[in-house]
């Protein structure tokens, strides 16, 4: 009898078990840390070139694009291959589309912090700069 007893009770538990782990678990607990913030307005524009002064690329626009850009872009960041902005040829290649990227926002990613006066460097390079300099 004590040995059909134990023999119920294991079978039962061993149910109980299976039926758990069978169902879908429960979704996990919302919290305001797991979720993102909402997207920041963005509110960059494009400088006016009109008597702007020239900006200089090694003195001025490679200082801003080491500390803004080349974690991601330069080295083995994980954008460098598309994009190493550490060579001047690719960065000057690349002026255009690197203005437009910071404009809309999606140049650094929100994640990135960078000094507004880097960004407005690259922007200004980026919009009024010329191939030489």
């Known amino acids: 009898m004590k040995r059909l007893l ?23 607990p ?6 993102k913030p909402p997207p920041t307005v963005c509110t960059l524009k494009r400088p006016a070139c009109e008597g702007a002064t020239q900006l200089d690329y ?12 080349f974690a991601c872009h330069a080295g083995d ?16 290649s690349q002026r255009s589309r ?12 929100r994640q990135v912090t960078v000094d507004p006066a880097d960004t407005n460097v690259i922007l200004a390079w980026a919009t009024c700069g010329s191939d030489d300099k």
């Open 77 to 92: 960041g994980m954008a460098a291959i598309d994009h190493d902005f550490s060579k001047k040829s690719v960065s000057v």
């Open 98 to 109: 690197m203005g437009v990227q910071v404009v809309a926002c999606a140049m650094p990613p």
């Open 30 to 35: 919302t919290t305001t840390a797991s979720r």
């Open 6 to 28: 134990a023999v119920t009770a294991a079978t039962v538990i061993a149910a109980a078990f299976a039926a758990a782990c069978g169902s879908d678990p429960s979704p996990p």
């Open 58 to 69: 090694d003195k001025d626009v490679l200082p801003a694009l080491k500390r803004a850009c």
